[in-house]
Every structure is written in C-alpha cells, then in structure tokens.
C-alpha cells in the first residue's frame, strides 16, 4: 500500500531555510513513492489559539476539551480541523519543519496542536501513551536555530536544543506516535556576512542535498526514548526500577 508522508510547515516565509527543507523533505519522500501532503500552516492561514468562537455550539462556560469531543462526535468540527484530523490519520508519517523562537517551536505550532489533536477523535483518556491512537505512526523534527552548536548543546548557554523539543515530542508520544531523533541545523540566521555567510550557505546546501538519504533512512533512525505506561505506578509516578529518558521524568535524590 501507498505510503503518506504529511509536511508540517511551521514558518512565515516560505522561501525561508526552513521552507527550502520541507520542499526538500518532499522531494525526497516523493521519491520514494510516497503520496505527500502538506500543512503550511502560515499559507493556510492555519488560525492558532483554540478559542469559542472557532465552534458553532461552544460549551459555556467554554471547556477545550469539551467543545473538541462534542464537536467530533456531531460532525461540527471547524472545517480546517477537520481537514488537519483527515490528513494526520492518513499520514503513515508527519515531518515537521520549524525554527526555534523563544526556545520552542512558534506558537503556530503549539497551536495546531492544541487544536488539530482533536480530544475524542485523535486521544481520550483511555487510548492515550502505550495505547495511543496515532500509534504505528511516526514523527521526525527538522529544526533550525540562531543559536551556535556550542551553544545548543547540553552545557550550552542556550540550553539543549534536543531537550526544547520534549515538550513537542511528548504530545505525539502522548497520542501514540514515534518520534525519531530530530535534526538540528545551529547557527541560521541572516546576520552572517562575507566568507561566514558563504560557509553558512554551503553548510545549508548540503542539509537539502542529505535530505533525500536521511528520509530514505527514516524507518532506520533512531528513537527519542520514551517510558512505557508499565513504567509507572497507580498514582503515575516513575517506579523505582523503571529508566529515567528525560530530565521531566526522573527519579527525586
Ligand atoms: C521570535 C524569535 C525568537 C527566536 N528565539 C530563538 C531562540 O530561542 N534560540 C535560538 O537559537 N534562535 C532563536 N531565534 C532565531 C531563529 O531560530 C532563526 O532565525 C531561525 O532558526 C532561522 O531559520 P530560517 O532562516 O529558516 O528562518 C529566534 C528568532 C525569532 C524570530
């Protein structure tokens, strides 16, 4: 069967680095034989903050979560979300290009989260981590800082580029999805001049050129390591023995 690859374009410029790799993305997935859809969120207009407004029938007083179940389950879900929900389940995997602001992605992206990850259609309560209903899907970032390598990584002054990206990558953990180890391309900005900026834009060049193997090798890539719900105890504690992956769930002393 014909595989999916969704491109998540969280970017204002689509002429932009970021821009130039998620054409590169699709190129590659392309290539491959695979069917490519596309999220350019900024294109689209994509409409970021979950809000009343966005429903026909908004609970009152307004709860998220509520608003997104009965909204799914009456088949009165904003036609763009709906669109979002349609394209992320045909999607065997989402590659997701963006740049760091504020040291996470930009609120474009949150927001297409808090919005398109629909509460009653893509998680509930109990289909959720090991159980998840995107499970068997997987996620890769490609993602560009300002920040300098020595300063991205775990002593940098700008702290950890790949720990950023946790709160991101759990959300798809947290709907079942893999997420591999994301790509990282440091020291982008338009700030370079003279014999910097010429070594900046080959460096750039051979990202696009090793995007066709590093979507080709996608199925191969490593994982971000995450704890299994067996992991956990009733209270959902990390128990004992279990591994710690990640700063955010470790174990205390
Ligand atoms: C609002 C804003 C906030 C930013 N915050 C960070 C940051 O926290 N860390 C960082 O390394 N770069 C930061 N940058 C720089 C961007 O990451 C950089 O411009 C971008 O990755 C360049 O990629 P592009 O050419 O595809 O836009 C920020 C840029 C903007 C516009």
Not at 223 to 238: C, E, I, K, M
Request: proline share 8%.
């Amino acid at each position: 069967m014909e595989r999916t690859t969704l491109i998540v374009l969280a970017h204002p410029e689509r002429r932009s680095f970021c821009g130039a790799w998620a054409e590169a993305s699709a190129a590659a997935a392309t290539a491959q034989g695979d069917h490519v859809l596309w999220s350019d969120l900024y294109d689209m207009g994509f409409h970021p903050a979950e809000e009343p407004g966005r429903y026909a029938a908004p609970p009152a007083p307004f709860d998220a979560l509520k608003a997104q179940e009965q909204a799914a389950a009456t088949g009165t879900l904003p036609p763009e979300i709906a669109a979002e929900v349609d394209k992320i389940r045909a999607a065997d995997r989402i590659i997701f290009h963006f740049p760091i602001w504020w040291f996470a992605p930009p609120a474009m992206l949150k927001g297409w989260c808090d919005r398109a990850l629909v509460h009653g259609l893509l998680h509930d309560v109990d289909r959720r981590f090991d159980t998840g209903l995107l499970r068997g899907k997987r996620a890769l970032f490609c993602v560009t800082t300002g920040a300098r390598d020595s300063e991205a990584g775990p002593d940098g002054k700008e702290g950890e580029t790949r720990l950023l990206l946790w709160p991101l990558a759990y959300t798809l953990r947290y709907c079942g999805m893999e997420v591999a180890e994301p790509l990282l391309v440091h020291g982008v900005h338009g700030y370079h001049e003279g014999a910097r900026k010429r070594a900046l834009e080959a460096r750039l060049a051979r990202v696009l050129e090793d995007q066709q193997a590093v979507i080709a090798d996608l199925p191969a890539r490593a994982l971000l390591p995450f704890n299994a719900d067996a992991d956990f105890d009733g209270d959902g504690r990390l128990r004992p023995e279990a591994p710690s992956h990640w700063p955010f769930i470790r174990h205390e002393g």
